[in-house]
């Protein structure tokens, strides 16, 4: 084999791992039922911690389930947007067949780091630290920008909290 095919098939093969990398990390942010963060936390003052249940007791906040939606959603609830009374119609098929939603996950931590919203939430950490606009955006604004090892360090040292390795990672 000659120099040229070997530099070839080595340049075809980055390019194929790098399309195959790209590839993977690309999630998607649509979800089962369109969720308007903005009209339930801004306009309407809904906390967190009301869908996120789990939040203050877990290490996981949890995602909401069908009878936390049902909740509000079941009777009474007016609005002028048409496209507000399809959502309804979709969260009350998911609650009439007793159907868990399968929403997709915005924030995902790789399995080697250990974070508990429990503590973070315990010790007064606002929500947007870590999930910036989320709160105040209309649906998810693309690969989350603010939670990386980086901004996790930044944060643990502008409050002077534990930065060794083993606090954070198995």
Request: contains cysteine; glycine residues 4%.
């Amino acid at each position: 084999m000659n120099k040229q095919t070997v530099f070839s098939a080595a340049a075809i093969l980055i390019l194929v791992i790098c399309i195959s990398v790209l590839a993977v990390g690309k999630r998607s942010f649509d979800q089962p039922i369109e969720f308007n963060h903005y009209k339930h936390f801004v306009e309407l003052d809904v906390e967190c911690q009301f869908c996120h249940q789990t939040v203050e007791a877990n290490d996981v906040a949890g995602l909401p389930n069908v009878e936390i939606c049902i909740f509000c959603h079941e009777e009474g609830v007016v609005s002028e947007n048409p496209r507000f009374h399809e959502v309804v119609q979709i969260i009350r098929e998911y609650s009439r067949r007793q159907e868990k939603i399968k929403w997709n996950r915005i924030y995902d931590l790789p399995s080697h780091v250990i974070f508990s919203h429990r503590i973070h939430i315990g010790a007064g950490v606002e929500c947007e630290s870590c999930h910036g606009i989320t709160g105040k955006s209309k649906r998810p604004s693309g690969q989350p920008e603010l939670i990386s090892m980086d901004s996790c360090m930044d944060c643990h040292r502008r409050n002077n909290i534990e930065t060794d390795c083993l606090v954070c990672h198995k």
